[in-house]
Nanobody, 115 residues
Framework: QVRLVESGGGLVQAGGSLRLSCAVS????????MAWYRQAPGKQRELVAR???????NYADSVKGRFTISRGNDKNTVYLQMNSLQSEDTAVYYC?????????WGQGSQVTVSS
């Protein structure tokens, strides 16, 4: 089972940037996918961005061109660079890891964008 530890959330003004990090440790398959989801108050959790072990990425339409997901060189850290943040991006952001044997979540990081 893997453990996911997130960092990098916080408060930022509209138009600003933040970078979230998620470090993965434990037993895992090299064939996996990592993703960032978010959940705003009163709304369902939604996929923000996803990256596979072959570095194929996909994004929610609402963040395309503003957010970038990437992996560290060791492939065990995933980042979410968030630029041009808007008030609608305010949410708790969750890191997710999936391989053939597990589907694990981070503890969540609050991102608040003030207008």
């Amino acid at each position: 089972q893997v453990r996911l530890v997130e960092s990098g959330g916080g408060l930022v003004q509209a138009g600003g940037s933040l970078r979230l990090s998620c470090a993965v440790s434990g037993s895992m398959s090299s064939n996996n996918a990592m993703a960032w989801y978010r959940q705003a108050p009163g709304k369902q959790r939604e996929l923000v961005a996803r990256i596979t072990s072959s570095d194929k990425t996909n994004y929610a339409d609402s963040v395309k061109g503003r957010f970038t997901i990437s992996r560290g060189n060791d492939k065990n850290t995933v980042y979410l660079q968030m630029n041009s943040l808007q008030s609608e991006d305010t949410a708790v952001y969750y890191c997710n890891f999936v391989d053939t044997r597990q589907n694990s979540w981070g503890q969540g990081s609050q991102v608040t964008v003030s207008s």
